[in-house]
């Protein structure tokens, strides 16, 4: 009887416990599942940063052109010299009586510039210079009689991945006398 008994205490302690082959299985099982997790976590940040940065060149071109064919639309005149855009407008003249804003075409007003300068779209009137955009890499400029054409690219780096976007459009300037 006192056999029974101890065989019944050695097979219940053995039977507590890993052998040494279970713990080596269980540790590759899971070293698989986290490296398979770690796996699809880095594609899942390679496509949102590649999605960010594809958002954010769209976005910055999209308001970069809108921008600067709302300003130059009113112009009188416009030429471009070494990259330059040059833009001259009219003088703005408020009647004191109606309180109403008209332009004076006989007579010159304001002219602006616009150039690229770092990477950022600048203006410049008189000696004040303001970024337009930031992150361009490249703009042009040209001016056929009263239109005005641009052609402006972006460019966005977000983590490792670039995105590139190009945007363009023609403005014809609303004050221009021939």
Known sequence: ????????????????????IELMVGVSI??????VLVSL??????????GTGAACAET?????????????RDAKSASV??????????????????GESYYQNEVDG?????????????RRVNSHVTPVARN??????SVSG???????????SVGSSCTTRSFSGRVVLRNARS
């Not at 010299?81 to 040059?86: D, E, R």
């Open 1 to 20: 009887m006192m056999l029974y008994k101890r065989f019944a205490l050695v097979k219940s302690r053995r039977a507590s416990g890993f052998t040494l």
């Open 81 to 98: 010299n070494a990259g330059v855009l040059t833009v001259v407008f009219p003088l703005l003249y408020q009647d004191a009586g109606s």
């Open 30 to 35: 899971g070293a698989i599942v986290c490296g």
């Open 41 to 50: 976590i880095m594609q899942c940040l390679s496509g949102w940063q590649s």
């Open 136 to 141: 361009v890499s490249a703009v042009s400029f």
């Open 60 to 72: 910055e071109g999209d308001v970069a052109l809108g921008k600067l064919l709302t300003e130059i």
């Open 110 to 122: 304001e002219a602006r510039q616009y150039y690229l300068s770092n990477g950022i779209l600048q």
């Open 146 to 156: 009263h239109v005005v054409t641009l052609a402006i690219t972006t460019r966005e």
